[in-house]
Nanobody, 118 residues
Framework: QVQLVESGGGLVQPGGSLRLSCAASVSIFSLYDMGWYRQTPGKQRELVAGMTGGGVSNYADSVKGRFTISRDYAKNTMSLEMNSLKPEDTAVYYC????????????WGQGTQVTVSS
């Protein structure tokens, strides 16, 4: 059973920084593409940043230059460094893992709240 455990959310002032982490319980981490999504009430979950098993990253336009996604293949973890946070970044953030070959195998973390407010 694959599990994703997130940590690192919280309350931060505008302009501040937070780092989210996601730990995955899988045997071959590189077989999975991973991503960070966020969701606010009444809106669809949206992709914030993604990274393939081979290390290629992509970002939503709204976070380019401010957020950085990374993976530690030795520890089976993924992180999202968030800088210059804005109130509109407030959301529940979820990590997601998708098998690169068996693409119906998709797993989600429990979500972590990020609130940007003064």
């Amino acid at each position: 059973q694959v599990q994703l455990v997130e940590s690192g959310g919280g309350l931060v002032q505008p302009g501040g920084s937070l780092r989210l982490s996601c730990a995955a319980s899988v045997s071959i981490f590189s077989l999975y593409d991973m991503g960070w999504y966020r969701q606010t009430p009444g809106k669809q979950r949206e992709l914030v940043a993604g990274m393939t098993g081979g290390g290629v990253s992509n970002y939503a336009d709204s976070v380019k230059g401010r957020f950085t996604i990374s993976r530690d293949y030795a520890k089976n973890t993924m992180s999202l460094e968030m800088n210059s946070l804005k109130p509109e970044d407030t959301a529940v953030y979820y990590c997601q893992m998708r098998h690169r070959i068996e693409t119906k195998r998709v797993y989600w973390g429990q979500g972590t709240q990020v609130t940007v407010s003064s």
